[in-house]
């Protein structure tokens, strides 16, 4: 089971749930996959469940690395030879935690997680001084396991890019007082109807590309453009002419959506992301600036509308219909968008249907997406806040030319039993297209459905 300097990990079942691929990243420790593991995700890959896709990703990284490796060297441990993690000395075994027989249990029935806890108790007493830690994101079973006498529980952190979700970027900065008085001379330079302004790096704070630079004054707002050693280019586009932006009607309500609004509308931003709390206007400044491209300017052949359904694998065969019309109950925060911009027009369920028609709108179940290449489209990717990194790189990934996408989602309002705001995808997408000349990440402060919805947010 390798050197004396080295950990052992091991991992639970929802670790690989929620990282197929977490095996390969304990590089110079030792990994142990308790049978009951194997043995759950056999029962999940079958299932109609969305996270079958996850366990069959799984089990085929332990079939390549075990394949031709024996019974002994099963139980022993084998080099992660697949490992691309360079350098690294790792190894990973099975262990048949149902022959485990000695006293050291404290769990007597053969439930999956006891068996787990038992074979991790089993392996802190045969390995004693080497440190055995439980891996697994389920807060009761750490709680349990610590309960049991396990002395070192963890929950999986690889894809955790920051420690509170405080530190999260909100896409813009706002600098105390007046901007142009702090600094000064400039160099100005007018590109077109644009003016760039290159400043010394000195008076930001980690600038990154397409970040929002605010004062407390009423005029200054510009965009970060580039970022270099010692300079920062930024664009000067003024608050004035960021609250006057419009799309399909509908103007900014405050300056955060003003800013969301101005990404949206930016055909050199592939990617955007709003974060938000329920209220604040994600979805339909989204479906605002869709319908304006799509059906307004022409930029775009249609627009998809798909959304994270945790239930939808078993659900969606039940319902009546094609496949956007049993997407519809779990869209309907679109379809009441669309009612809201239309709620003027003399036949409102008429105005709908052309503008269906008009603008090529398709709603998609995210368990339909994978493998396809999404050309020349506007989409929607809603509720991210409950999908995992690896979720969300599939969707992102199927996006070709001249395709805009839009990630939104409320890190309050997380349906998932393994995620957190820390380490849900959303979070790790905000940190990870940081410095991505072709993204923009946008916090939307101030809830403006209602008078009743912000209070609710702000005293509930």
Not at 143 to 167: H, N, P
Not at 255 to 274: K, T, Y
Request: proline residues 4%; glycine residues 6%.
């Amino acid at each position: 089971m390798g050197d004396t300097d080295r950990k052992i990990f091991v991992l639970d079942t929802n670790i690989l749930l929620h990282e197929p691929l977490a095996i390969y990243s304990f590089q110079e420790h030792d990994v142990v996959i308790p049978m009951t593991v194997l043995e759950e995700l056999d029962r999940i890959k079958d299932s109609k469940r969305d996270v079958s896709r996850d366990a069959r990703v799984a089990i085929r990284a332990l079939e390549d690395l075990f394949h031709d490796a024996t019974p002994d060297q099963i139980s022993e441990g084998i080099p992660l030879g697949t490992n691309p993690v360079d350098g690294a000395k790792g190894t990973i075994a099975i262990l048949a935690d149902y022959e485990i027989k000695e006293t050291v249990h404290a769990f007597a029935d053969k439930h999956g997680d006891n068996r787990i806890l038992n074979a991790t108790l089993y392996l802190q007493n045969k390995r004693t001084p080497r440190p055995v830690v439980l891996v697994t994101k389920d807060i009761n079973m750490r709680l349990r396991a610590k309960g049991a006498g396990v002395r070192y529980v963890e929950d999986y952190r690889s894809d955790q890019l920051i420690d509170d979700i405080r530190f999260l970027t909100k896409g813009y900065t706002v600098f105390d007082g007046e901007f142009w008085p702090q600094v000064g001379e400039c160099q100005s330079e007018h590109q077109g109807r644009t003016t760039v302004h290159t400043l010394p790096r000195e008076h930001f704070d980690n600038p990154f590309v397409n970040q929002y630079l605010l004062d407390e004054g009423d005029e200054f707002a510009a965009r970060i453009q580039r970022v270099n050693d010692a300079t920062v280019e930024i664009k000067d586009i003024s608050r004035e002419r960021l609250m006057s932006r419009s799309a399909w009607d509908v103007r900014p309500k405050n300056i955060d959506q003003a800013m969301a609004m101005d990404a949206l509308l930016d055909p050199s931003i592939d990617l955007v992301i709003l974060t938000g709390p329920a209220g604040c206007g994600k979805t339909i400044l989204a479906m605002a600036t869709a319908l304006e491209q799509v059906i307004e300017k022409g930029m775009y052949d249609k627009i998809i509308v798909t959304r994270n359904t945790p239930d939808i694998a078993e659900s969606i065969g039940f319902l009546p219909g094609t496949e956007e019309e049993k997407m519809l109950p779990w869209l309907a925060a679109v379809t009441d968008t669309m009612e809201a911009l239309h709620k003027n027009d003399v036949c409102t369920e008429g105005s709908m249907k052309y503008i269906y028609e008009r603008a090529n709108l398709q709603f998609k179940s995210i368990n339909f997406m994978r493998g396809r290449s999404i050309q020349n489209a506007f989409v929607l990717l809603d509720e991210c806040q409950n999908l995992t990194a690896s979720q969300i790189k599939t969707i992102i990934t199927r996006c070709g030319e001249g395709t805009k996408i839009v990630c939104s989602g409320n890190l309050a309002q997380i349906d998932s039993s393994y995620l957190t705001p820390v380490t849900s995808g959303l979070t790790y997408i905000v940190e990870r297209f940081k410095n991505f000349e072709g993204s923009a990440s946008l916090y939307l402060n101030g809830v403006v459905r209602s008078r009743l919805a912000e209070f609710a947010e702000q005293n509930l």
